[in-house]
């Protein structure tokens, strides 16, 4: 069956650095790739998400490329700022099902 | 309402009550989902409604679990007999149709703790 796999957190970085949040899937075929976060307070909510290889889905500074070779889809940021603590989801989902399958999350915290 | 909305919040109670959750959509969105989410792992799929099609219930974990949903409005998980391994944070889903199409937005999630 379908599964995401995410780095475990918590993840502690200073203003300014650079995030990585590592994340690999399985699945047949080609599905589609999600990423979603969650603030302190709320829902999760979409951050970004790219529906075919080689894409690259970006939102608030945040990027993600699709790599079919390497079933990978690692979110990065350039600089982060302490707004930016939340749980981060990696997810994908198929056609068939219309389901999202969801990694088990990483909390990023960022200090000042 | 501008999202979508989850009650209780918060619900603490004893092994073997029954418990009622409910999730309100976002007006217009056919598809409703149930994710369950226990400490320190991901989210698990329960159940999927989308507009007046039989449910995709493949990720109820037992049939102590049901759900229902009338038509695009108001739906309500149900765990009977609860146990202490049904403690978890349960989130509502709604979407414009399915995941694979449009947007899901998620309700802040309904804390069940069994005693």
């Known amino acids: 069956g379908n599964s995401v796999t995410q780095m475990e957190g918590p993840v502690t970085l200073s203003e300014e650095a650079f995030l990585t949040i590592n994340c690999t899937y399985t699945?047949?075929?080609?599905?589609?790739l999600f990423w979603y976060v969650q603030y302190p307070g709320e829902g999760l909510q979409l951050l970004l998400k790219?529906?075919?290889?080689?894409d690259k889905g970006s939102n608030k500074g945040f990027e993600a490329t699709y790599r079919k070779e390497t079933t990978s889809f690692h979110l990065e940021k350039g600089s982060v700022q302490v707004s930016d603590s939340a749980v981060y989801f990696c997810a994908l989902t198929k056609a068939a099902g219309n389901k999202l399958t969801f990694g088990g999350g990483t909390r990023v915290l960022v200090k000042p | 309402g501008a999202g979508v909305s989850q009650s209780p919040s918060n619900k603490v109670t004893e092994k073997g009550k029954d418990v009622e959750l409910r999730c309100d959509p976002i007006s217009g969105h056919t598809a409703l989902y149930w994710y369950r989410q226990r400490l320190g792992q991901g989210l698990e799929f329960l159940i999927y409604?989308?507009?007046?099609?039989?449910?995709?219930k493949s990720g109820l974990p037992s049939d102590r679990f049901s759900a229902e949903r009338t038509g695009e409005s108001v739906s309500t998980l149900t765990i009977q007999r609860t146990q202490q391994e049904d403690s978890a944070v349960y989130l509502c889903a709604s979407s414009f149709r399915g995941f694979m199409d449009s947007e899901a937005f998620f309700g802040q999630g309904t804390r069940l703790t069994v005693v």
């Open positions: 409604f989308q507009g007046n099609s039989a449910p995709d």
């Open positions: 790219a529906t075919k290889a080689d």
């Open positions: 699945a047949t075929g080609y599905p589609s």
